[in-house]
Nanobody
């Protein structure tokens, strides 16, 4: 069974940077995509970014494009680590951030939540103004 564990997060001032990490274990396939999503209080979960393990193709939501960077290290077929480097953070980036794995996307990816099969527990990111 795949397990996703996020780390990082916390409090940062506006304009600052932060990196989130998602460790995936129990993987049994090498054709999948990893995504990052976020949910602010009172709002629906929204997609942030994703990356295809097979092609390294990436997707970014418009509201993070140019500020966030997703990357992945796949040590073997059973484990991988996905990073979300967040720069120029804004107060509106405040949310709980989740990583998730999709077996629907492989060569390219999008951040459509129903296509993601397993989710991490989430990490709080707070950006003060």
């Amino acid at each position: 069974e795949v397990q996703l564990v996020e780390s990082g997060g916390g409090l940062v001032h506006a304009g600052g940077s932060m990196r989130l990490t998602c460790a995936a274990t129990g993987l049994i396939r090498d054709d999948y995509a990893m995504g990052w999503f976020r949910q602010a209080p009172g709002k629906e979960r929204e997609g942030v970014s994703c990356i295809s393990v097979r092609t390294n193709s990436t997707f970014y939501a418009d509201y993070v494009k140019g500020r966030f960077t997703i990357s992945i290290i796949s040590s073997d077929n059973a484990k991988s680590t996905t990073f979300l480097q967040m720069n120029s953070l804004k107060p509106e980036d405040t949310a709980v951030y989740y990583c998730a794995i999709s077996y629907y996307y492989n060569y390219e990816c999008y951040v459509y939540p129903p296509r993601y099969a397993s989710w991490g527990q989430g990490k709080q990111v707070a950006v003060s103004s």
